[in-house]
Nanobody, 115 residues
Framework: QVQLVESGGGLVQPGGSLRLSCAAS????????MNWYRQAPGKERELVAA????????DYADSVKGRFTISRDNAKNTVYLQMNSLKPEDTAVYYC????????WGQGTQVTVSS
């Protein structure tokens, strides 16, 4: 079965950095686009970043362009989200996701940006 396990969240001061990881299993990782979403309290879940199967193309929400970088290591079945220049409005639960025959989600990792 598809499993997505996120890690790397935590509390960071504004302007700081975090790197999230998502370890995937149960499907042919190298064949699928991988996504990072986030959901802040009282808000809808939103797409933050996406990377195509071979890593050749990426896409970002306007709110994170120039600050976040998505990447993947197909040998490790892992996708990353490097987050720099973090702002309080980046506070959310971050989810790794993939759509194979269905949409699958990890359990999420909390990112809190606060002084």
């Amino acid at each position: 079965q598809v499993q997505l396990v996120e890690s790397g969240g935590g509390l960071v001061q504004p302007g700081g950095s975090l790197r999230l990881s998502c370890a995937a299993s149960g499907f042919l990782f190298s064949s699928y686009t991988m996504n990072w979403y986030r959901q802040a309290p009282g808000k809808e879940r939103e797409l933050v970043a996406a990377v195509t199967s071979a890593g050749g193309s990426t896409d970002y929400a306007d709110s994170v362009k120039g600050r976040f970088t998505i990447s993947r290591d197909n040998a490790k079945n892992t996708v990353y989200l490097q987050m720099n220049s973090l702002k309080p409005e980046d506070t959310a639960v971050y989810y790794c996701s993939v759509r194979t025959f269905s949409r699958y989600w990890g359990q999420g990792t909390q990112v809190t940006v606060s002084s």
